[in-house]
């Protein structure tokens, strides 16, 4: 049973840069949110998508965007990087996004990918 | 808005002692709590959940305990050993279903000392 896993591990990027950073669900889930963790801090909650669609957003700006595919799998885009975006990326993934089914909301993390913005 | 306070932010303890790190929450509709382990470099952990119909979960040495009323959440872990020592963080949702964002304290650094 595979669990959460993303990718790249490591990147570096200049500032002004666009990047791509890509997650694939643990086996049978279909939802996936994205957090931002800065050296020293709890995550901080992006976006969560499902059913390919964003369902909710944290207090980032719109330069911070998402998909999600028919397989589940999910992509966070970040343009105009700056330096301060430099953090671990990471993802979680959990059961179902349905509202008709409860107790779904464990979410488990992804390894993360280190983004460095020089 | 949504917050989630943790405290301490680093406890220093003694193997064998106990460890106890607190956490209070803003939102009275979360109802879900889970406790994550991150070590240096890795993914965080999930080791405990209760949800807010529950006043207390034990899992061999680890405990949470929840006062709804207070908006406190804890975690207890008993009779500590080194591999205990890591970075530690509370969490809150309205856990409705998986369309809920979890709102992460800032973390506390246990260290056991030897």
């Known amino acids: 049973d595979a669990g959460v896993t993303q990718s790249p591990t490591h990147l570096i990027k200049t500032r002004g840069q666009q990047v791509t950073l890509r997650c694939s669900p643990k086996s049978g889930h279909d939802t996936v949110s994205w957090y931002q963790q800065a050296l020293g801090q709890g995550p901080q909650f992006i976006f969560q998508y499902y059913e390919e669609e964003e369902r909710q957003r944290g207090n980032f700006p719109d330069r911070f965007s998402g998909h999600q595919f028919p397989n589940y799998s999910s992509e966070l885009n970040v343009n105009a990087l700056l330096l301060g975006d430099s953090a671990l990326y990471l993802c979680a993934s959990s059961g179902t996004g349905s509202f008709s089914r409860r107790n779904t909301d464990t979410q488990y993390f992804g390894p993360g990918t280190r983004l460095t913005v020089l | 808005g949504e917050n989630v306070e943790q405290h301490p932010s680093t406890l220093s303890v003694q193997e064998g002692d106990s460890a106890v790190i607190k956490c209070t929450y803003s939102d009275s509709a979360s109802n879900y709590f889970p406790w994550y382990k991150q070590e240096l470099g890795k993914r965080p952990q999930l080791i405990i959940d209760?949800?807010?119909?529950?006043g207390e979960k034990k899992d061999q040495r680890i405990a949470v305990t929840l006062n709804k009323t207070a908006k406190h959440f804890s975690l207890h872990i008993t009779e500590t050993q080194p591999e205990d020592s890591a970075v530690y963080f509370c969490?809150?949702?309205?856990?409705?279903?998986?369309?809920?964002?979890?709102?992460f304290g800032s973390g506390t650094r246990l260290s056991i000392r030897p």
């Open positions: 969490a809150a949702s309205m856990g409705y279903s998986s369309a809920s964002k979890i709102i």
């Open positions: 209760i949800r807010s119909n529950v």
